[in-house]
């Protein structure tokens, strides 16, 4: 009865793992400006931190995936998660930039296994039925990070310092730690991620075409989102709490985008549900553009934004799980990768036109990135999803 009951709770737990995950990669965007004063450091330097770690993210979400997939996979997530906490209280006693930075890339090359194998893991749970709804909530974890986390790091940096804000991702991943411990039934193992499963990814269109839309759709966003803090405080003078709060909305938001995904994808398809948020994040990031300067414009925005960033995400998992269920463990990790990628691509464009004052041009830019993602979600329709043959 008690091994019932903690599956039951499994996928909660695994979501709350995510809320780790994501406050841990995206922390930094939410206390820019502290970090820059704190460590004497530009705002493009401290925005590095972002790029960086998707860099080491986007290596390694592949290659442990390969390296660890033999892992029985509570005491691998567990392990993860205490090497996020780890970090982060490590974080938070930093003395420089550079220690920082070390920090970081190490609890991160870590870090990338979690929301990958937390995806895999949750085929191993729950029905088949029921696996593309499970999968968009476990990625929940993600929309809290950025509903609830990015705000309270920003509230917590502006009034006790960016140490402070670290310190309490530690600690969370603690309780995180100590839940997955709890619920997530032991014995679990995936299926061996080995060199014919790659050589099968790679034949795949469809899985293909799948990670190249993730790659843009994350791409665009981070154009402005690594330094949407120092935007809305440039182009309309918006103070930390009025920042935090643009944060809380797109969170909110988001987490609203997901929970309406998760209710309907099981019925409406992967795919139309795709489509919709996909739009819906264009739409938002088209807002921010044209409103440029406008608070009330940028955050209408941002809520809307808001609506389709976790969403397409989550979808984007569930299209290459159904695409081939056989290759999930794969299609996962190198989901996640090319989303790191995406992040690297977007922050670092995002950071050299920041650094040149092309305030406004971030914007348009964003908007032609996810203009192409839409092209190859559309692209998709009428794809066979099916895998190429081992």
Same mark, same amino acid.
């Given at each position: 009865m008690e091994n019932t009951r903690a599956g039951r709770f499994a996928p909660t737990a695994l979501m709350l793992g995510n809320l780790v995950t994501g406050c841990s990669v995206l922390a930094p965007a939410g206390m820019l400006p502290e970090l820059a004063t704190g460590l004497d450091v530009s705002i493009h330097a401290a925005g590095l931190l972002i790029t960086f770690g998707a860099i080491i993210l986007c290596i390694g979400s592949p290659l442990t995936a390969w390296l660890t997939s033999r892992i029985e996979r509570r005491t691998l997530l567990t392990t993860t998660l205490a090497v996020l906490a780890i970090g982060n209280l490590a974080s938070a006693f930093a003395p420089d930039y550079a220690s920082l930075l070390v920090i970081r890339l190490v609890m991160l090359a870590v870090g990338a296994l979690y929301t990958p194998q937390a995806a895999g893991t949750a085929a191993l749970i729950v029905p088949a039925a029921r696996r593309g709804s499970t999968i968009a909530y476990i990625f929940l974890g993600w929309s809290l990070a950025a509903a609830v986390g990015l705000p309270l790091i920003t509230f917590i940096a502006s009034r006790y310092g960016w140490r402070a804000a670290y310190g309490g991702i530690g600690a969370l991943g603690c309780v995180s730690l100590l839940l997955l411990l709890m619920r997530l039934p032991a014995g679990l193992k995936g299926t061996p991620v080995d060199l014919k499963?790659?050589?099968?990814?790679?034949?795949?269109?469809?899985? &293909?075409?799948?990670?190249?839309?993730?790659? &843009?759709?994350?791409?665009?966003?981070?154009?402005?989102f690594t330094f949407m803090g120092p935007l809305l405080k440039k182009l309309t003078g918006a103070g930390p709490d009025a920042i935090g709060m643009v944060f809380a909305l797109y969170g909110v938001c988001g987490f609203l985008g997901v929970v309406i995904a998760t209710r309907i994808v099981d019925t409406s398809g992967p795919y139309r549900t795709s489509l919709l948020f996909t739009c819906l994040l264009l739409a938002g990031i088209t807002g921010w553009a044209l409103g440029a300067g406008t608070f009330v414009l940028m955050a209408g925005a941002v809520a809307i934004w808001g609506l389709g960033f976790a969403s397409t995400n989550s979808m984007q998992q569930v299209r290459l799980v159904s695409a081939a269920p056989q290759l999930a463990s794969a299609t996962v990790a190198l989901n996640t990768s090319v989303l790191y990628i995406g992040q690297v691509v977007g922050s670092a464009v995002g950071g050299l036109l920041f650094a040149r004052e092309l305030l406004h041009t971030l914007g348009f830019v964003a908007v032609g990135f996810v203009v192409l993602a839409l092209i190859l979600v559309i692209m998709t329709r009428s794809r066979p999803a099916t895998a190429a043959p081992a």
């Open positions: 499963t790659w050589s099968a990814v790679s034949r795949n269109r469809m899985i &293909l075409m799948l990670l190249a839309i993730t790659m &843009l759709q994350m791409s665009g966003q981070f154009v402005v």
